[in-house]
């Protein structure tokens, strides 16, 4: 896949051109894409002088990267402690059945992405779910509609 | 204007204050981590349009406050009015209007909105009064809830930014040190490690450069207490971070916040544009001659980097892998060089220590555990929320006088702290004071703060499992003790869960645990077994019934439950609209009948079923 790299400029620009500054670019490349795109990842070795061994294992180590496009919708559901033992796993399982993809999966339309964070900090709202940045919670199993149709 | 000298900050201070008192009355609407999920943001939004438009005398839209986490979750959306502490629980946009005309213009109260405490029934207006409050005592939350979340002038207001004025103009680095050493502040993050011993040694290695940081990951999962001090009172953390930099003689700092708190991220860097801005932060704070900058890092979601030697590479823009630590980080941390790492209440404490004094904080709590500890209190408890208490504290007044109980008055069974390197305490322990030594004593921990209540519908294997698969997804994977120690633990749990393990497997756990931790490289792995070992310790007899009897008392563990529909089913069709598999059959006012072979024990219509008609055994 071809990705317009146009914008790589502008995000090498907020930081010094240095190792550093790796984890940082990243997150702003996968703000701006929506994922890490191959391509902007052999650019921000080039850019930076790290070996691009070093950019892909920084890209697959943390949980917060990915190497495959998203949804334009992310789902989050909270399966942290709190979570989990109000019923997190029930309302993952009723998503994942609802939309046929597991945590991790994107929809093939493109439309929709289940992912599990442990803990979002609104464990008082327990079970919560994140779509794209709005929380819910406590979320229902038979909230589901509302979670994938709402905004 | 940038203050050049202690005395333009006291000037400061006595302006903010004169125009705060210029306000009959103060509006605080609580944007905490708990009120915003509730929808709080809209009530501030309405509270400042209707404030607007009514135009009353004595009060202007400026003393409408978007506050921290006020604490009290469960309630949330909500709103308080200062002074006299009026206290409205889960307000709705539309009850705005009324509170302003009720209770801004005059002096009455919304009666509906008031908390009801549950034993009397009676309505409680101010909330100092209330149970949840009236049992707490605040040091490092003190000013959250209480002043704007992003405001310099409202911190100044309060008294802040003049222990930072006391420790530069009156006190030297050594001073410092031993007044923190005197107070006997222990680090907030988990291991307790003595705060002022820190500062001794990073003081006294020879270095051109020392760092000081501060661990925002909040990794545990069930705690939040961080991220409210962090969104909620972003300079309280920033004072104390200048002070230990002065003390060490540090100039670069750094905050280093977990990727999923993107508030934290915004309102820590609103605070330090604040700070420089007022030359409280950057080069030459106060006219003193002192410089210190803080940069913020943002993790990248991995648990392990809350760890310190792995959080000093996630900072540096690497894989966050722990090291060895035959000589510890704050010998050679970030860029190898010496450098102090504590955790954000750790750092929230040490202005309130400056400015009142270490003997002061000494008296507080405990022996050898001198001050309060924040919680996040939450799961099957009644009033979840934000806490602090003193150490010492013990988990009965927590979960009781605090916490009000468990939700639907069911039984108490088991309360988690120390996250996924702690463990589970059962009804036995309820009187245990809640102290660092007490709780790792009882084979649990006192991690950053995260406190779960769980009921009698938790399974003590289930959860045992879901921490083990927890740390497998988050270890590092560089020593093969966690590496494949927990994952094999992990598959332990899932056979005594799937009712496959016999006894021989609870003693190849409990050597394997050991193995995990002696021979792990971090804090990660040498804690990893904590909570299996805890729960079967304290919980044998739930592990053996699912061995022996093939049956987990709580009803959760799917391999070993049914679920059925009970003659009570009114036919609301509300399961049958839930059930991934069409197990469920039957037509509107008709009992429903469930197919056992089509059933995968999703347990998602007994979460919906409003009438108790379906049944797990
Ligand atoms: C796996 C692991 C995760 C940790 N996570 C955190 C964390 O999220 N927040 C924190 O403050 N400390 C965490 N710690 C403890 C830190 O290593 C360190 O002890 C602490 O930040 C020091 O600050 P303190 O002395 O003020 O507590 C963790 C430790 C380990 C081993
Ligand atoms: S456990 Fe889900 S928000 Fe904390």
């Known amino acids: 896949m071809n990705h317009d790299l146009g914008r790589l400029p502008a995000i090498f620009k907020r930081y010094p051109k240095s190792p550093e500054s790796l984890i940082a670019v990243l997150q702003d490349i996968q703000k701006e894409y929506q994922f890490l795109p191959s391509e902007a990842l052999a650019e921000t070795a080039r850019v930076l002088e790290v070996p691009l061994s070093k950019v892909f294992s920084v890209s697959t180590f943390y949980n917060a990267f990915s190497l495959h496009p998203k949804g334009e919708k992310v789902i989050r559901i909270c399966v942290g402690t709190t979570c989990h033992i109000r019923g997190a796993k029930q309302i993952q399982e009723q998503l994942e059945s609802q939309l046929k993809i597991k945590a991790g999966e994107t929809t093939p339309d493109l439309k929709f992405s289940i992912e599990t964070v442990s803990c979002v900090g609104a464990c008082a709202k327990a079970p919560v779910v994140i779509v794209n940045e709005k929380y819910h919670g406590p979320v229902k199993v038979s909230d589901y509609k509302k979670l994938v149709k709402g905004k | 204007m940038r203050l050049s000298s202690t005395g333009q900050l006291t000037q400061l201070r006595t302006k903010c204050q004169a ?186 290695v020879q270095s051109d450069t020392r760092y000081v940081i501060c661990n925002g990951d909040e990794g545990d999962p069930g705690a939040f207490m961080d991220r409210a001090i962090m969104e909620g009172d972003p300079h309280s953390v920033l004072e104390g971070m200048i002070i230990a930099a002065f003390a060490v003689g540090s100039s670069e700092g750094y905050i280093y916040v977990r990727e999923e708190y993107p508030l934290a991220v915004v309102n820590l860097q609103k605070a330090i544009e604040q700070a420089e801005a007022l030359g409280l932060l950057g080069n030459d704070i106060l006219g003193t001659g002192f410089s210190f900058s803080i940069k913020i890092s943002r993790g990248a979601g991995a648990f392990v980097c809350g760890e310190s030697s792995a959080l000093m590479k996630s900072v540096a823009g690497q894989v966050g892998e722990p090291r060895a630590k035959y000589i510890r980080s704050v010998i050679k941390g970030l860029h190898d060089r010496p450098t102090v790492l504590n955790n954000v209440e750790t750092f929230a404490n040490v202005p309130v220590i400056i400015d009142r004094g270490a003997d002061w904080f000494a008296k507080i709590g405990a022996k050898n555990n001198s001050g309060t500890k924040a919680f996040s209190l939450v799961g099957k408890v009644r009033n979840t929320g934000l806490i602090e208490v003193a150490m010492g504290t013990t988990l009965r007044k927590i979960i009781f006088d605090i916490g009000g109980g468990i939700i639907g008055d069911r039984p108490f069974k088991a309360v988690q702290t120390g996250g996924p390197s702690g463990g589970c305490l059962p009804q036995s322990q309820l009187d245990l004071p809640v102290d660092f030594d007490s709780l790792t004593k009882a084979g649990s921990m006192m991690g950053s703060g995260g406190m779960i209540v769980m009921d009698d519908k938790t399974c003590m294997v289930d959860v045992a499992k879901y921490f083990l698969g927890f740390l497998v997804e988050e270890s590092c994977g560089k020593c093969v003790p966690c590496r494949e120690g927990l994952y094999q633990l992990h598959r332990l749990t899932i056979k005594v869960s799937e009712g496959r393990a016999t006894e021989e497997d609870l003693s190849t756990i409990e050597k394997l645990s050991e193995m995990v931790i002696i021979g792990s490289l971090c804090g990660l792995g040498k804690s990893g077994p904590n909570p299996v070992l805890s729960t079967m310790k304290y919980f044998k007899d739930e592990y053996l019934a699912h061995i022996r009897d093939k049956r987990c008392p709580a009803g959760v563990c799917r391999e070993l439950i049914t679920y059925e529909i009970t003659p009570d089913c009114t036919g609301c069709m509300a399961c049958i609209a839930v059930c991934a598999t069409h197990a469920i059959t039957g037509k509107k006012g008709k009992v429903h009948t469930l197919d056992q072979a089509k059933c995968t024990k999703c347990g998602a219509c007994y979460a919906v079923c409003q009438h108790d008609a379906v049944l797990v055994s």
Request: hydrophobic share 35%; proline share 2%.
């Open chain 2, 19 to 204: 125009a705060a008192k210029k306000h009959k009355k103060k509006v605080l609407v609580c944007c905490g981590p708990g009120c915003l999920a509730a929808g709080a943001q809209k009530i501030a939004d309405r509270f400042r349009t209707v404030l607007k438009q009514k135009r009353i005398a004595g009060f202007s839209v400026q003393a409408l406050k978007e506050t921290g986490c006020h604490g009290f979750c469960e309630q949330g959306p909500l709103v308080v009015i200062e002074p006299g502490g009026t206290f409205y629980t889960k307000v709705k946009t539309r009850d705005v209007e009324e509170i302003i005309d009720r209770s801004v213009r005059k002096d009455e109260v919304v009666q509906r909105l008031l908390y009801k405490d549950p034993r009397s029934g009676k309505s409680i207006r101010d909330w100092a009064k209330i149970d949840f409050y009236a049992h707490q005592n605040r040091i490092a939350l003190q000013k959250l809830g209480q002043i704007a979340q992003c405001d310099i002038e409202d911190y100044i207001a309060g008294g802040g930014y003049a222990a930072l004025a006391k420790a530069l103009t009156k006190m030297t680095g050594d001073r410092i040190i031993d007044e923190v050493t005197t107070s006997g502040l222990r680090g907030r993050g988990g291991a307790g490690f003595a705060a002022g011993r820190k500062w001794r040694t990073c003081k006294d």
